[in-house]
């Protein structure tokens, strides 16, 4: 089984349309992000829930709005698309606030 | 072979000899470390963590270095082999209310290992 499973792992749309990215983990795990990796691979954090809390929220356009329904889901709605919103988007989970994160295998967006 | 400096994107090594993929962290307050492995297509895998209070731990073929002084990790790896190829991330945790904060990890820009046979 896969421990941090995203769905889809590919997708491409045009600008001004809205799409969701979905993940869930079987880990148990109390917390889980949202990541965003450039083409530069450069990995940058945008949301973090704790027990379906958020508790982080990087500086990220109100176009992109997390949903954790319970703690073994965090999805990514992003409204809206820009051409900049093209990147590979991981989500990952922790086992507590601190700790090392297992990571999905990403979910690469292409804005056309 | 080994990469210097604050950022080299690439290092190239022959199989078998071993790697030396060094990283500059910021925060001075930071109290644990990962390095990370992303194979190509894949998220980042754990490969070695280590704490504030040590400065070094070795895992199978590897060993991660930490110089508090100067704000510096390294990640060495013995014998290195072709499935070792893959871009290589530090990452530090900021401190902060662990109980309801939320691991704040940030990653470096990562280092693409390139092993030759």
């Known amino acids: 089984d896969t421990a941090v499973s995203q769905t889809p792992k590919y997708l491409v749309t045009q600008m001004g349309n809205d799409k969701s990215i979905k993940c869930e983990q079987n880990l148990g795990h109390d917390t889980m992000y949202w990541y965003k990796q450039d083409s530069k691979k450069f990995l940058k954090i945008m949301f973090s829930?704790?027990?379906?809390?958020?508790?982080i929220n990087e500086t990220v356009p109100n176009r992109f709005s997390p949903k954790s329904p319970d703690k073994a889901h965090l999805n990514l709605h992003i409204n809206s698309l820009e051409l900049g919103d093209s990147a590979v988007y991981f989500c990952?989970?922790?086992?507590?606030?601190?700790?090392?994160?297992?990571f999905g295998s990403g979910t690469r967006l292409t804005v056309v | 072979g080994e990469n210097v400096g604050l950022h080299l994107p690439t290092l190239s090594v022959q199989e078998g000899d071993n790697s030396i993929i060094n990283c500059a962290y910021s925060?001075?307050?930071?109290?644990?470390f990962i390095w990370y492995k992303q194979e190509s297509g894949k998220g980042p895998q754990f490969i070695i963590d280590i704490r504030s209070n040590m400065d070094k731990r070795q895992g199978q073929r590897v060993t991660v270095l930490l110089n508090k002084t100067v704000k510096h990790l390294s990640l060495q790896i013995a014998a290195t082999q072709p499935g070792d190829s893959a871009v290589y991330f530090c990452?530090?945790?900021?401190?902060?209310?662990?109980?309801?904060?939320?691991?704040?990890?940030?990653f470096g820009e990562g280092t693409q290992l390139t092993v030759n046979p």
């Open positions: 925060n001075s307050a930071s109290d644990y």
């Open positions: 990952a989970s922790s086992p507590r606030p601190f700790g090392g994160y297992t």
């Open positions: 829930y704790n027990n379906k809390e958020l508790i």
């Open positions: 990452a530090e945790n900021f401190p902060g209310r662990e109980e309801t904060s939320g691991s704040r990890l940030t």
